[in-house]
């Protein structure tokens, strides 16, 4: 299966990410910002994902969908720079030599861009922010790890970052451990945003979160996404999450990729049986 | 007026010599003799081999007496005595096949070719202090039984017959020469070979707490004793002028096979996996702990999952082991620390005061 | 066991090749740790073991040597390993700072300014900067082959945050020529100027650690900060009782049971020639 067809609701897109676009100019989005090419992870004599082709354009928001088991955090994993992939390619659109396969990039490299144009946002916020470290070191870290070293204007940073994730700034000296599960959510948003990242992964971003904190946080997330032309791969077994969130769907099955197109497209006219089953919600996901 | 609380030469040869006196006891007692400590204070000899890494009973047996028994200090006295001996080579690895017993048990199997010998043990003692050696210290001899003392048959070892049958994994040879922890630093992640050399020179306390940790369930992995033996070996080394190995002399060494719990799947057969532990001297109290340590170490070559318990972490084990690098570490909070603890003082008033750097800049 | 028992300055001339090895790729690259196999010692690990195999190592027979602990020399701990060296050595001592060649120090700089025909050798007891935050040598070791230092600026942050300044007051990181990060051993923060464009070679053994590092003459070491709280070497501030300095480093001294107490120069060398006028 091809998925490269599906790229017309990138582009449909395009004029929407020209009119709220932050983005520096040279950065057209004729070219895509992330193009996934037959990627494959094994683990053993599992396929843990196979012949994952697809791109994503600036500002786009592409949900991964399907059980569990189903490869899409393997996929994230891969795309991420978290797990190694056995084969493939992942080309980001690097501000200063653009096209750039990720897989071949050297570990500092990864590293810089991990911290600068990429944000991930993990299901546990545990997972992706210093609980021993206070708000304001854990927004500043990217700023300091990127060689910011004025104090105050960090602090000025961190103080306005937390503002724009709801979270009341006198709280910028507590640890993450002092706040509630929704709080600590927004909070590793707010570290991860700080630098103004080009793409975000995002893991299953408002599981584990009571039904009215994820509301909330989907709207903060859709803020965001647009205020900043956010391009993200967000993965979620929850179809509410991704009708809300996503321009366009990929649905997993086995690790191979059965459907994709818009999202609207797919939960309202599913074509492939499993997809349908997924929709009706007969699956357990 | 200030008087010099900084101590000086004087306190410092004083001390030492009390600590000389002290160590000799009342002068109306014999002396102790390093060759009674060697020969009736056996076991405390063979602790101090096993860790100070050097067999040698006589010196083993001196620093024990200069240690007034303590013996980590001891083990000290031996490695700082080790380390400044010239290394002629290596020998070729001892065979505990060819093991002359003295001791060899096992758990798995009630009887095996070669039998089980009990040997010198506490095992089965009741134990009640014994007031007659605090008498006289003489005990009835009994003569020992016939053919006690030697045992010429080499005795093959319990877990090759296991190995025959496929039912245990292969300990294949390895003729990779293994990195000496003694002449190059410690890299980290450690193979098994420099895991094993670490546990064999480590402390039998802390190998001991580890071992039982995860008998308890951290990182359990369900060791039978396959074998457990001690014995004399043979040492023999490659002479290339003469171009084969020579016997160099014997050592003694306990040797523990441990039979851990099996791993396979579907497409692989079930196996036994082994854990092993070898040391100077009739110290099996620290062999066993090895052998466990180490197949606690082995989770990832294996597949197991990481519990994140303290005997599967082989930077904490093989960086906590050594009791020598821990003591000195721990004792050196005795050593001055006015200057450090000065900069906090004046730190925490400096805070307590309320004068930061960064307040006295604004005002 | 008679000295004669024993090579010059107790190390056998194999293992000071490899430790000069060590020091040598020390220099080469500043502030990097470098791995040895650091010997078993007469003395106890973190007493010393590091520095006295450093000194060791590149002591020859004309040297004068000079120890000190604390900035003194007659701490307990000086006087030992000074005595060591006179022993497996026979080598010259002295407790006059710009009279040596050679200077083993535990926590201290010497306030007399060191010049080019010297060598500081520091005893170290955790060479890792990073270790505190981050347990794991596998990482450490990650952190400072791809410079990743951001972790190190966010506990400084944190300091400030909570305190309203950094509160590391000794064993204070630095950075070695724009590249290592370092720990200047646990010497006051008030010595770590000293540690910049220093004319001497300045050696850290880390024994039972496995580690020596160095900074070559003249390097650049600049203590890490942020731009609007800089950094700030700082001090009692009081004057010696002795010799009246109001510039060195001082000690407390407890003088009486109702808490009465004075300060004092912590190195004895520069405090008696300040009182003699000398210095």
């Known amino acids: 299966m091809s ?35 037959s990627v494959a992870k094994r683990y053993g004599a599992r396929i843990g994902c196979k012949d994952i082709s697809f791109d994503l354009w600036p500002g ?62 993990h299901q546990n916020p545990r997972d992706g922010l210093r609980m021993g470290v206070s708000a304001g070191g854990n927004v500043g870290e990217r700023l300091m790890a990127t060689g910011a070293r004025h104090y105050g204007r960090i602090r000025e940073a961190a103080s306005d970052w937390l503002d724009r994730v709801e979270i009341d700034t006198g709280r910028i000296d507590d640890r993450p451990r002092q706040f509630s599960g929704g709080m600590q959510q927004r909070l590793q948003i707010a570290r991860n945003l700080v630098s103004g990242p080009r793409l ?30 956010l391009s993200a791969v967000l993965v979620t077994h929850d179809l509410a999450v991704v009708r809300l969130l996503a321009d366009r769907l990929i649905v997993m099955k086995d690790g191979r990729v059965v459907e994709t197109g818009l999202t609207d497209q797919v939960l309202d006219d599913p074509q492939h049986g499993y997809t349908q089953l997924l929709v009706s919600s007969v699956l357990q996901v | 007026m200030y008087v010099a609380v900084k101590g000086g030469e004087r306190a410092i040869d004083a001390a030492h010599a009390w600590l000389d006196r002290s160590r000799r006891g009342p002068v109306d007692q014999p002396v102790l003799d390093t060759a009674q400590i060697r020969d009736q204070m056996g076991l405390a000899v063979t602790r101090v081999m096993a860790e100070g890494s050097l067999y040698d009973p006589d010196l083993a047996a001196l620093a024990i007496k200069q240690a007034c028994g303590d013996l980590i200090e001891a083990i000290f006295l031996i490695r700082a005595y080790r380390t400044t001996l010239p290394r002629f080579g290596a020998s070729i690895p001892i065979d505990t096949a060819a093991m002359r017993v003295k001791r060899r048990v096992s758990a798995t199997f009630k009887d095996a070719p070669g039998g089980q010998i009990l040997g010198p043990t506490f095992d089965y003692t009741h134990r009640l202090l014994d007031f007659r050696l605090m008498a006289d210290g003489e005990l009835p001899t009994e003569p020992l039984a016939e053919g006690d003392e030697t045992e010429p048959a080499a005795t093959p070892h319990v877990l090759s017959f296991l190995n025959r049958d496929g039912l245990i994994e292969d300990a294949a040879p390895d003729e990779t020469p293994p990195a000496d922890l003694t002449r190059e630093p410690m890299e980290l992640p450690a193979d098994r070979a420099l895991r094993l050399q670490a546990l064999a020179r480590g402390d039998e306390g802390f190998l001991l707490g580890l071992a039982y940790s995860t008998q308890r369930g951290y990182a359990r992995n369900h060791a039978f004793v396959g074998e457990l033996r001690i014995g004399m070996v043979a040492v023999e080394m490659d002479i290339p002028e003469l171009g084969f190995a020579i016997e160099i002399g014997e050592i003694e060494v306990t040797e523990c096979e441990t039979v851990n719990q099996f791993k396979g799947s579907r497409s692989e057969p079930a196996q036994f996996t082994r854990g092993y532990g070898l040391t100077f001297g009739q110290t099996e109290r620290k062999a066993l702990a090895m052998a466990l340590v180490d197949r606690a170490l082995r989770w990832e070559e294996l597949g197991e999952e990481d519990q994140g318990a303290p005997a599967q972490d082989q930077e904490f084990v093989l960086s906590h082991c050594d009791n020598i690098q821990a003591t000195g570490f721990l004792e050196h909070i005795k050593l001055p620390h006015y200057v450090d603890f000065q900069a906090e003082l004046e730190l925490v008033r400096r805070l307590r005061a309320g004068l930061s750097d960064h307040e006295e800049d604004a005002a | 066991m008679s000295d004669q028992a024993y090579n010059f ?38 007493w010393g073991t590091g520095g006295v195999q450093v000194t060791a190592a590149v002591m020859t027979p004309e040297d004068v040597l000079k120890v000190i602990d604390q900035g003194a020399d007659d701490t307990t701990n000086a006087v030992s390993i000074r005595k060591f060296f006179q022993r497996t050595a026979g080598v010259a001592t002295t407790e006059r700072t710009s009279e040596a060649t050679m200077i083993q120090t535990r926590h201290r700089i010497p306030e007399t300014p060191l010049t080019s025909d010297q060598i500081l050798v520091y005893q170290v007891p955790i060479p890792e900067p990073m270790r505190f935050l981050e347990p794991r040598e596998t990482e450490t070791r990650r952190i400072h082959a791809l410079a990743d230092y951001g972790l190190m600026q966010v506990r400084l942050y944190e300091d400030i945050a909570r305190h309203g300044e950094i509160a590391t007051s000794y064993a204070y990181p630095v950075e070695v020529a724009g590249r290592y990060v370092m720990d200047p051993s646990p010497i006051p923060k008030f010595d770590n100027p000293k540690l910049d464009d220093c004319p001497a070679i300045q050696l850290f053994g880390a024994g039972r650690e496995q580690r020596i590092y160095a900074l070559p003459p003249y390097t ?47 190195d004895t060398d520069y405090c008696a020639q300040n009182a003699k006028g000398g210095a």
């Open chain 3, 9 to 46: 300055a107790y190390l056998d001339e194999d293992t000071k090749r490899m430790i000069r090895r060590a020091i040598l790729k020390g220099i080469a690259v500043p502030g990097y740790q470098v791995p040895f196999a650091s010997r078993e010692m007469p003395m106890p690990y973190g």
């Open chain 1, 200 to 229: 975000a992964f995002m893991d299953e971003p408002t599981g584990g979160l009571d039904v009215s904190v994820q509301a909330r946080l989907l709207d903060l997330l859709r803020g965001l996404v647009r205020d900043m032309g």
């Open chain 3, 220 to 266: 650049h070491v600049r203590s890490l900060d942020f731009e609007d709280h800089p950094f700030r070497a700082t001090k009692a501030d009081h004057a010696c009782a002795i010799c009246g300095s109001a510039s060195s480093y001082l000690d407390e001294v407890i003088t009486d049971d109702a808490g009465g107490r004075m300060f004092v120069c912590s």
């Open chain 1, 3 to 37: 998925l490269l067809d599906a790229s017309g609701g990138g582009i449909c897109h395009k004029e929407e990410v020209h009119a709220s676009s932050s983005l520096p100019k040279h950065l057209d989005s004729d070219s895509p910002l992330l193009s996934v090419r």
């Open chain 1, 60 to 121: 786009e928001v592409l949900g991964v969908v399907g059980e569990s088991g189903s490869g899409k955090s393997t996929l994230l994993g891969c795309l991420s720079g978290q797990l190694r992939p056995d084969g493939g390619e992942v080309l980001f659109d690097t501000r200063d030599r653009g096209p750039v396969d990720t897989l071949r990039m050297s570990e500092p490299q990864r590293r810089h861009l991990a911290r600068t144009d990429w944000a991930f946002v």
